[in-house]
């Protein structure tokens, strides 16, 4: 329980020192959201100086951080200056899309990585090992942009697929089979995107993991007395190879958020990653600011979910602590 | 006042009725933003993309045709212009009605104009009606018939009126008055409460995707058949993200009409456009224009000693005549825009054909004519041909460009090319949008700048605080007390007399002598107007696209579906 509670804190910590950073950082940054209304000949400086003095953009920069702090905390997220509108309803609907998005590709990576990475450490030598590293290595080597350049022109070019979007402007009358078939037809190439780009570092830490507890002596003994290889392998190697893995997917559960942001953009999924660009662009700083500290928090929500899950795991670390 | 509400909904409804306009009935349009708008409030919208649905919409008074950039009757039927220039009193068309079926008469019109000139609201129009400091007035002078007071004569009064929606009182009349009409529309209102008098009305918003419109059954149009306009049932704003992303998805027949593209896209698109069945179209140069300028500001109390040392060259006005002759304008028309760009011979795109100074000579490189130039003007050369300033300091200065538009970029470096050939050593600058803007505008920490704008309007008296030399956007040194050159002081003077001038042609007369001196002294060096490219899928009728606006959308109500050989409309 000391455990549990100290790692919160210290993740109360760390989501209050990056929104501070952020905070101050995105102050300091040349421009602000009005500055591209001065560019309009029709508006004039004292329009914008009142607009800015709405939004309490000419406030100083404490002042600015212990109000939006204060709001925060009373989860009041604060108002999109270019929406004017409350930053939460804006950010819900898009941190769905984001999480289903990333939710559906983590689980086809690890789903993919496991056997794969399993099987790939029983192949230590010969032409499947070279095989194996060679097509990962590729995959590894492949930016996940071009990959979603690719995929997007193959869609453009063969029609099988939709290019962007979640839905399509007719989903509203669709039946409840032919809404998931459209979902699934528009989620089918960011997801196959961004699994593959997870695919080979998952892979990889499988394989690494594996190997290293099939060469434990506890494994040597075992396949001495004749335990078959699978049960071997599923059962005594997998779960002792299991610790870096259970940090691997805390790290995996803390950037669903984060991990799709560009591929978003690229690919047109209505997620936060697009949102977040405009509001960057824009200088949209409570939005920006919202998203940060959102994203900040599942990154140290599953760190501490692989901390507690190892915690449970390696009575090692129990007795450390 | 029910009594009031209860005639303006008993009159016969005076439709304007487009006497050669036909067309089928029914069907959807599917269009993509780059981005997501942000806002439905007429009021309080300050981006281009949420005015491009809001127009859809609302209505205005007075409208100027984007095709033929001239006023016609909209809201107004007609109106009468007195006192010099200072009374326009508007006879409203009777019996017509707002979206939700509510009828709309002049105290509609008195409250929308009270709106966009209360302070509180901080409306960016506000400043549009705003004259030398004091407010147009707006008063009801009958049931159908409303009266605005100008402070000061103002030319082409009447354009004033495009792009201000009539705002339904009976809607927001209580949200205004409880101070909160900035914060209302927004995306995630209910669609029943968003009223206009616009051709669509609100059908969905699904956020991040797309915003469904639906026909308006009360809209005040109607075609030579006496059939309410628009024909379209529907029409559908995908949100892309990008302009790759627009065109893929309008190749991919995921859309119907697609705007502003640029010229790779278009090429990409135009290759394959007989089998994909759709259109690609070049208008020729609209009103966009770009530029290179110079920072002409007083900047010796900024702490800016580099900036102030290079504006030893940078202020005499033959080192920019040698850039500009220096400049080959085909060849940024050629390379960045492959051909689909005008080269400009003044500050004003052809595109602006009211407005143009014809008789400007066409620009035609010469680096021999800009190396005179600068030889009578005290410039010299060293022996490794660097070009050395009177002083005898090396001429080298950067130019900042925005780092997010690749044909700027481009543009900036064929410059760059170009003023080498003259020894100049000018460095190009990618800065994040912004920024670029902060420097340009607040921090002056720049030399030279390549930018972009489009007027909204052709008539030259929206973009005035470009040419005074008191305005906020007269970029080359902005919000000036009192003109920094005599030259400026002409300008000043020509720009105000012309915007108080009554007659077109001593208007025209006058903004022709400004784009002279502009080009004679040359702050800006105008470089290309790049053309109007657009595309529509085969079958879309009435489709006009046209150089100001948004280009496709102006006349959405009269966009219809024909019937197409072996199946009806989409």
Not at chain 1, 206 to 216: C, L, P, Q, S, T
Not at chain 2, 382 to 408: C, K, Q, W
């Amino acid at each position: 329980m000391n455990y549990a509670a100290r790692r919160a804190l210290q993740a109360v910590l760390l989501v209050v020192a990056v929104s501070a950073i952020s905070f101050a950082l995105a102050s300091l940054a040349p421009g602000d959201y009005f500055s591209e209304m001065r560019l309009d000949p029709r508006v004039s400086a004292e329009t914008i100086a009142a607009l800015r003095a709405e939004a309490g953009a000419d406030r100083l920069l404490p002042v600015r951080y212990v109000r939006w702090a204060a709001s925060f905390a009373r989860g009041d997220f604060g108002v999109s200056l270019a929406y004017r509108a409350p930053v939460a309803p804006l950010l819900w609907p898009r941190m769905r899309a984001t999480l289903l998005l990333t939710v559906v590709a983590t689980a086809l990576a690890w789903l993919l990585a496991i056997p794969l990475g399993v099987w790939s450490a029983t192949q230590r030598s010969g032409w499947r090992n070279g095989l194996w590293n060679a097509a990962f290595s590729i995959l590894l080597s492949v930016p996940e942009l071009l990959l979603a350049i690719l995929f997007l022109a193959f869609a453009a070019r063969s029609g099988l697929l939709p290019a962007g979007g979640m839905t399509s402007p007719e989903f509203a009358g669709m039946g409840a089979g032919a809404k998931l078939g459209d979902i699934v037809s528009r989620l089918a190439l960011p997801a196959a995107v961004l699994a593959l780009g997870m695919l080979p570092v998952l892979a990889r830490h499988v394989r690494a993991a594996m190997i290293e507890a099939m060469d434990a002596p506890f494994a040597l003994a075992a396949r001495a007395q004749g335990i078959p290889s699978r049960r071997l392998l599923f059962h005594h190697v997998l779960p002792a190879a299991l610790n870096p893995l259970i940090s691997l997917f805390g790290f995996s559960l803390g950037t669903l958020l984060s991990a799709s942001l560009l591929i978003e953009v690229v690919m047109g999924w209505p997620g936060l990653g697009p949102f977040f660009l405009n509001a960057i662009m824009a200088r949209d700083f409570p939005v920006v600011l919202a998203v940060i500290v959102f994203s900040t928090a599942l990154l140290a929500a599953g760190n501490m979910a692989a901390d507690l899950l190892l915690y449970r795991a390696d009575p090692r670390i129990r007795f450390k602590t | 006042m029910l009594a009031l509400a209860g005639s303006a909904f008993a009159e016969q409804e005076e439709r304007l009725v487009l006497k050669q306009l036909s067309g089928n009935p029914g069907g959807s349009l599917k269009y993509s933003l780059r981005s997501e708008p942000k806002t439905l409030n007429p009021v309080t919208a300050t981006d281009a993309v949420s005015k491009e649905v809001i127009q859809r919409l609302n209505a205005d008074l007075i409208h100027i045709n984007r095709e033929t950039q001239q006023t016609e009757p909209a809201l107004a039927k007609s109106w009468k212009v007195s006192a010099g220039g200072r009374a326009y009193v508007l006879e409203l068309r009777r019996g017509l009605r707002f979206s939700d079926g509510a009828p709309m008469d002049a105290r509609d019109v008195v409250f929308s104009f009270q709106v966009y000139l209360d302070e509180k609201t901080h409306s960016p129009q506000r400043d549009l009606l705003i004259l030398n400091g004091k407010p147009i007035t707006v008063r009801q002078t009958g049931t159908f018939q409303v009266a605005f007071d100008l402070p000061e004569p103002y030319a082409a009064a009447e354009r004033l009126f495009d792009g201000f929606a009539i705002l339904p009182r009976h809607v927001l009349e209580g949200v205004w008055k409880a101070g909160k009409l900035a914060d209302a529309w927004g995306l995630g209102s209910p669609p029943s409460q968003v009223v206009g008098m616009g051709p669509f009305r609100l059908k969905e918003y699904v956020p991040g995707e797309r915003l469904a419109l639906e026909r308006n059954p009360y809209y005040w149009k109607a075609d030579r058949n006496g059939n309410r306009l628009p024909y379209l049932a529907e029409a559908v704003f995908t949100f892309a993200g990008s302009e790759d992303m627009e065109t893929l998805r309008f190749q991919s027949g995921e859309t119907d009409v697609i705007s502003r593209v640029g010229a790779k896209n278009f090429a990409l698109l135009a290759r394959d456009q007989a089998q994909r069945g759709y259109a690609m179209r070049a208008l020729g140069p609209g009103l966009e224009y770009s530029f290179l300028f110079f920072n002409l500001n007083d900047v010796s109390h900024l702490s800016l000693p580099q900036v102030s040392a290079r504006q030893r060259f940078l202020g005499r006005r033959a080192f920019r005549e040698a850039v500009s002759r220096a400049i080959d304008r085909d060849a940024i028309a050629r390379l960045v825009y492959l051909g689909y760009a005008a080269p400009l011979a003044g500050p004003v795109p052809a595109g602006n054909r009211a407005w143009v100074n014809g008789s400007l000579p066409k620009p035609a490189p010469s680096v021999a004519a800009a190396r005179g130039l600068l030889a009578a003007d005290g410039f010299s050369w060293s022996r490794d041909g660097a070009l050395l300033d009177p002083a005898g300091a090396r001429v080298e200065f950067s130019i900042v460009t925005s780092a997010g538009n690749a044909d700027r970029v481009q543009m900036a470096t064929l410059i760059q090319s170009d003023l080498k050939e003259l020894g100049i050593d000018a460095h190009v600058v990618g800065l994040e949008f912004r920024s670029l803007l902060d420097r340009v505008l607040r921090t002056k920490d720049y030399d030279a700048c390549l930018l972009s704008l489009a007027s909204g309007d052709a008539d030259p008296n929206p973009d005035i605080n470009v040419w005074l030399s008191s305005g906020g956007t007269h970029l080359w040194n902005p919000g000036q007390q009192t003109p920094a050159t005599p030259w400026e002081a002409e300008i000043d003077g020509l720009m105000r007399r012309q915007m108080v001038e009554l007659r077109y042609a001593e208007r025209k007369r006058l903004f022709d002598r400004v784009q002279a001196i502009a080009m004679r002294e040359l702050p800006v060096t105008p470089l290309v107007s790049p053309a109007i490219l657009v595309g529509a899928r085969q079958g879309l009728g009435n489709f006009r696209p046209a150089a100001m606006g948004d280009h496709v959308l102006w006349n959405i109500e009269e966009l219809n579906w024909q019937a197409r050989p072996g199946g009806a409309g989409r």
